[in-house]
């Protein structure tokens, strides 16, 4: 096992040891449930299940935790503007209570797992709501204030970042904040800019706490679960990029400090966005698309995960329907010559499945991988059943469902209407060809012409 991840914390590529030998601790940030989740939300979670693969694939262990945060967090980093929960239920009209609160975060749960499920993302080993754990929230904080490291405002409780020496390690150390500064306006009381929120009072709705009612800050839940569910010190971190700056760093200092070990995580790793007309896709702006857009389009998601795999997981990408498109046909494609291979299925190929292995442990490099699945299939060195042993070890990691793969039977019908538009194309007569495409269409087919001809599938 050679295993090399970019860690976030050192910014190079690192050979990975598991602290434990050979149990894998793993903490995926999870998603505030106040809305539905976009594509690229998901692309965090797809790189955390190529992660967690890659690592069992390489003969380790992994216990995969992931929060699901309820309460908490606001709009700013700063520690204000509206609470994102408390935005949802204003949203939907709904009664302002923890009740609610819940009601509303158990809903767009199930929505976030339907979209795990259908993009082929094995669930964690534990999904845990941070409203359950208020309790070692406050256990948490209340080390950190019998350590001096905490100060009170009129707004709440808030983690005094000068009396520590590394703030900002995790992306390259403190800002040089203008005293003048938005993020100074926004809490007056603050002593420093950065200064992050543990505690928020809220005397309306929140939860019972020594320090006033109220609700946690957004950062203190994730450390408070990793610890309670991964120990003071574990292997790995993930999240995307956007969390560096603020929510990882402040975890990283909050418990560093609560329970004086270091390195809270010994890697920290992240997933690039993924843009959408060349910005940022973002619930906040409305510029977003979700699994349900794709089916609507009547896309596999499948390909969806297969077009991610194309670029490092380290590497922006900007959604468009053509490239997505044009994925899924290739997908369709390796799905046909893997049920052209037969039924039997033989043993993986040894010089196959090492150049993969090096591949998908060198950082995951999903790009390099990929193309192996093309050339595997045109090598005739290689016996169909071997072939198709060598793709189903390659799918370990991959995920592309292509054990469930069977072969349509397409009815002669649909052929022939199939070949009549093939002709019409090649005539150039783009009308009839459209009225052809619609006529499969209705009859519950699509269409989808590629370079080795058109490629026909059951809606």
């Known amino acids: 096992m050679s295993l090399k991840f970019y860690n976030t914390l050192t910014k190079q590529k690192e050979e990975f040891t598991p602290i434990d030998k050979n149990d894998i601790r793993m903490y995926t940030c999870g998603p505030t449930v106040y809305y539905y989740a976009h ?44 609470d994102k929960m408390t935005k949802g239920l204003l949203r939907e009209g709904k009664e302002l209570s923890l009740k609610s609160m819940r009601e509303l975060a158990e809903f767009y749960t199930e929505s ?14 534990g999904m845990y709501f941070a409203s359950d754990y208020i309790k070692e929230d406050v256990e948490l904080i209340k080390k950190l204030e019998d350590k001096g490291y905490t100060y009170k405002t009129k707004d709440g409780i808030y983690f005094d970042i000068s009396k520590i020496s590394d703030y900002g390690a995790l992306w390259g150390g403190k800002r040089e904040w203008n005293k003048e500064g938005a993020r100074v306006a926004e ?4 002593k420093n800019p950065e200064d992050f929120a543990l505690w928020k009072f809220n005397d309306k709705i929140g939860f019972e706490s020594p320090f006033r009612k109220g609700f946690p800050g957004w950062h203190i839940e994730c450390s408070a679960l990793g610890i309670k569910f991964l120990g003071e010190q574990f292997d790995i971190h993930t999240g995307g990029i956007d969390l560096i700056p603020t929510h990882h760093t402040n975890e990283i200092v909050q418990s560093e400090c609560a329970t004086g070990k270091k390195p809270f995580v010994k890697f920290w790793m992240h997933s690039e966005h993924v843009d959408i007309g060349g910005e940022k896709m973002a619930k906040s702006s409305g510029n977003f698309l979700r699994v349900e857009n794709l089916l609507e389009k009547r896309i596999n998601p499948l390909a969806y995960r297969f077009w991610l795999l194309m670029a490092s997981y380290r590497t922006k990408i ?16 390796l799905y046909k010559l893997y049920i052209e291979l037969g039924d039997e299925i033989g ?36 016996s169909p059943a071997d072939k198709k042993a060598t793709i189903l070890d390659f799918d370990k990691v991959f995920g592309l469902g292509f054990e469930n793969i069977k ?25 009839k060809s459209d009225e052809l495409r619609d006529k499969i269409i209705s009859l519950g087919y699509e269409i989808k012409d590629s370079s080795e001809g058109p490629i026909i599938h059951k809606i």
Request: without cysteine.
């Open 112 to 125: 976030f797992k339907k979209d795990l499920t259908t993009l082929n993302i094995e669930m964690p080993d």
């Open 187 to 190: 809490n007056s009381e603050k």
């Open 39 to 82: 594509i690229a939300n998901l692309r965090s979670y797809l790189f955390a299940d190529i992660l967690r693969r890659t690592l069992k694939y390489s003969g380790l262990k992994v216990k995969q935790v992931m929060n699901i945060t309820d309460i908490g967090h606001l709009s700013s980093d700063g520690d204000s503007g509206e």
């Open 318 to 333: 900007n959604f468009n329907w053509d490239a997505l498109e044009g994925a899924e046909i290739a997908l369709k494609r």
């Open 347 to 382: 043993v993986p190929n040894k010089e196959y499945q090492q150049r993969f292995k090096d591949y998908i442990e060198d950082d995951l490099d999903t790009p390099r991988a990929l193309p192996l699945l093309w050339d595997l299939m045109k090598d005739n060195e290689i």
């Open 407 to 431: 072969e349509e039977e397409i009815p002669e019908e649909i052929q022939k209407l199939s070949e009549e538009r093939e002709q019409v194309r090649k005539n150039k007569d783009f009308k």
